[in-house]
């Protein structure tokens, strides 16, 4: 994925944050311990890109739900965005939209039973801004690194398996 001369030697020993987990599968503690990682890291960056763009003000599950709602310019539904994110709490989201109204950045709309939301041109314009800071801090720099685009959509793929493995074993836990 990265570029043999930009690249530094891996470790051969398992690097974990609980050892105490990991007697009969340190591969798995290891996994975790980098998706730890990466989504502070993660979590980190929104918040930093976001006050580039122009909001001080909005935590990381907020950027991702204005990023959620502007996508595609069609109005979204708590359920919608719920499932899309992979959030079970409907009371987080609807407390992140009530934030995202507050600042003018979304609005929502009655239609029927349904409230929909979508972005307002303050919020379509800090998406864009946000988008501008990613373009010039992040993707210049998996360039410069030599990050191969392909790997990275792979890397996403197992993400994505690796989340509905994580629900069906919280579903198998719930039951305990």
Request: contains cysteine; hydrophobic residues 40%.
């Amino acid at each position: 994925m990265v570029n043999p001369e930009a690249s530094i030697s891996m470790a051969k020993t398992s690097i974990v944050s609980s050892s105490h987990l990991s007697e009969n599968a340190s591969e798995l503690s290891e996994f975790e311990y980098a998706l730890t990682m990466a989504q502070n890291a993660f979590s980190r960056w929104l918040i930093h890109c976001m006050a580039a763009a122009g909001n001080k003000e909005l935590s990381p599950i907020d950027i991702l739900i204005l990023h959620n709602v502007h996508h595609r310019q069609r109005p979204k539904r708590i359920a919608d965005i719920c499932f899309v994110l992979n959030i079970d709490d409907t009371h987080t989201v609807s407390y992140s939209l009530r934030k995202l109204g507050k600042f003018g950045l979304i609005e929502s709309q009655k239609i029927g039973k349904e409230t929909f939301y979508h972005c307002t041109e303050t919020g379509a314009g800090l998406c864009l801004n946000y988008r501008d800071i990613r373009q010039d801090c992040l993707l210049d720099s998996l360039s410069t690194l030599g990050v191969n685009r392909e790997e990275l959509g792979k890397m996403a793929q197992l993400l994505r398996t690796m989340s509905g493995v994580y629900d069906q074993a919280a579903r198998a836990a719930a039951s305990f």
